[in-house]
């Protein structure tokens, strides 16, 4: 089992910055990668930004250039550095992470947190 709590979201201004932080704990050895995830007002939950154990990350597109997404495998810790914010950014964030066993049998994302919510405004 793996517990994951997210911290750090809030209000920003349109080109202003927050960083979201992912702290994992539990079964971490069990995990391949970890993601963030968006949820916006009547929109559907999309991946945005990943990170696999060996440092491999991939964006979306609606995010590629502003955000960074990294880890801190000594505090089994992942961030998510937004800058440039623009306020389609505003959603709900979710941190998850993709066990090895799903990744090898096509899964999905096994364990999420319970979400922080981000606002910007222009």
């Known amino acids: 089992q793996v517990h994951l709590v997210e911290s750090g979201g809030g209000l920003a201004q349109a080109g202003g910055s927050l960083r979201l932080s992912c702290a994992a704990s539990?079964?971490?050895?069990?995990?391949?990668?970890m993601g963030w995830f968006r949820q916006a007002r009547g929109q559907r939950r999309e991946l945005i930004a990943d990170i696999t154990s060996t440092d491999i990350t991939h964006y979306a597109d609606s995010v590629k250039g502003r955000f960074t997404i990294s880890r801190d495998s000594s505090q089994d810790t992942v961030y998510l550095q937004m800058d440039s914010l623009i306020p389609e950014d505003t959603a709900d964030y979710y941190c998850a992470a993709l066990s090895i066993l799903s990744r090898d049998h096509g899964g999905e994302y096994d364990y999420w947190g319970q979400g922080t919510q981000v606002t910007v405004s222009s």
């Open positions: 539990g079964s971490i050895d069990l995990i391949s990668t």
